[in-house]
């Protein structure tokens, strides 16, 4: 090629990585349901090991080799590839839950004695690993809430008597379920301010609201971005699965860990996630699509009292100037407030005829859940409240059907409050 053309995400989500010319000119990557790999002969088999153990550096064009699917397996290998293209990271390691991204990434970057960051609310499972095994092991942790000062915040890690010790920020942002903003870069700066020559501070974010599509969080800094690809990444609700993607330094750390704990995810994981991660970007724009319109409907109906949704962020607020440098779409997820209380909501849930009563998000069907007595009932009720989850507050994951049939749905259940 005369000159360079570089390809976006969305049109090497069906072959990059894959070599038909390997699998018998197979179009799709096989599903490679092997334990093990075979080698050629002794010498490759040392030849592999040495690369696998980092007992030398390799030769050039020379990639690690097949070993044992533990370690690595071809659906893994083209999955990750290709999940790193929408971070322009330069790797990617995909594992058997969004859970196990995360713990493992706190495992291998936190030792007992070490601070952690972290925003609120984080995802329920993330909080309860932060607050039960972390403590238990002698992880310190302090929370913080979107729009904190950070002034406030550097007060916290200055007499917490711990500021030498802080390893790790950890933040999800937009926060589930009202959609507030946390700014990456100035997580960076408060990392960057407590990090010298003995200790490396973290960023790290759970990207599983606006990833990979709207919002890259390495570009602004971050060390790491998670995601449950569980939600938009598998986007068919049939698979639980979950990545970490970051640079070559961090990941190599990350791929050793998963190793010896043993949660990569599984080659017909791997090659859901293939089949799903071709349409993601033609789900998402249509998710998105559709979340607008139903915002719109939300924001005028009567039986309504508040919409949480990124298009409504005020314009020259702070909030504002961080929507508009870190994301790119107002994405698919809502929430919103009905006139009355818990017994309005769960009438208007129940109501329901084509929307799903299910927890879980980024699927391409439309769900709804109670975040009060559901997927956040078990935050402290005054915490809750703070953070605006009333029992009035219902969460809306947007999927791909038509909006006008979404909207009608909306429209006959509120009819009934
Ligand atoms: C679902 C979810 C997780 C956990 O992912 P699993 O795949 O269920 O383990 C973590 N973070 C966020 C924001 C989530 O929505």
Request: proline share 4%; aromatic share 10%.
């Amino acid at each position: 090629m005369s000159e360079q053309h570089k390809m976006r995400p969305e049109s090497l989500m069906m072959s990059y990585g894959y070599k038909p010319a390997l699998s018998e000119g197979a179009i799709k990557s096989p599903i490679f349901m092997t334990s093990t790999f075979v080698f050629k002969n002794a010498e490759e088999g040392k030849a592999f090991f040495e690369l696998a153990y980092g007992l030398r550096e390799p030769n050039e064009n020379e990639e690690p080799g097949l070993i044992y699917s533990r370690i690595n397996n071809p659906d893994l290998e083209i999955l990750e590839n290709r999940l790193s293209l929408w971070d322009e990271a330069d790797d990617c390691a995909v594992f058997e839950s969004g859970m196990s991204a995360i713990t493992t990434v706190m495992l291998e970057f936190l030792a007992p004695g070490d601070l952690l960051l972290f925003s609120t609310p984080l995802y329920g499972g993330t909080e309860h690993f932060i607050h039960d095994y972390l403590k238990k092991i002698g992880v310190h942790s302090i929370a913080f809430k979107p729009g904190q000062e950070w002034s406030e915040l550097e007060g916290m890690i200055e007499n917490s008597g711990l500021k030498d010790k802080l390893r790790m920020i950890f933040i999800e942002t937009p926060a589930n379920p009202t959609n507030s903003l946390i700014d990456i870069e100035q997580c960076k700066r408060l990392a960057n301010q407590y990090t010298n020559d003995n200790n490396r501070v973290y960023v790290a974010v759970d990207n599983t609201y606006m990833g990979p599509l709207w919002q890259q969080p390495l570009k602004h800094g971050a060390d790491f971005s998670l995601y449950s690809a569980t939600k938009y990444i598998g986007g068919h609700s049939d698979v639980i699965a979950g990545a970490c993607c970051g640079n070559a330094e961090v990941m190599k750390r990350v791929k050793t860990l998963r190793t010896f704990l043993g949660n990569m995810a599984a080659p017909h994981t791997g090659w859901l996630l293939m089949r799903s991660l071709e349409t993601l970007k033609v789900r998402m724009e249509q998710q998105a699509l559709n979340a607008e319109k139903v915002a719109n409907f939300l924001a005028r109906h009567a039986k309504v009292e508040k919409v949480y949704y990124l298009g409504y962020i005020k314009l020259g607020t702070k909030e504002y100037e961080t929507f508009k440098r870190q994301y790119t779409s107002n994405g698919a997820m809502l929430a919103f407030d009905v006139v009355g209380g818990e017994k309005e909501a769960f009438k208007f849930m129940n109501a329901l005829k084509l929307i799903k009563l299910a927890v879980s998000l980024g699927g391409t069907e439309s769900l709804v859940e109670h975040p009060a007595t559901m997927t956040h009932a078990g935050v402290p009720v005054d915490d809750r409240l703070e953070m605006g989850i009333t029992p009035k507050l219902v969460r809306l994951s947007v999927g791909v059907e038509n909006y006008n049939d979404i909207i009608w749905d909306i429209q006959q259940a509120l009819e009934q409050l």
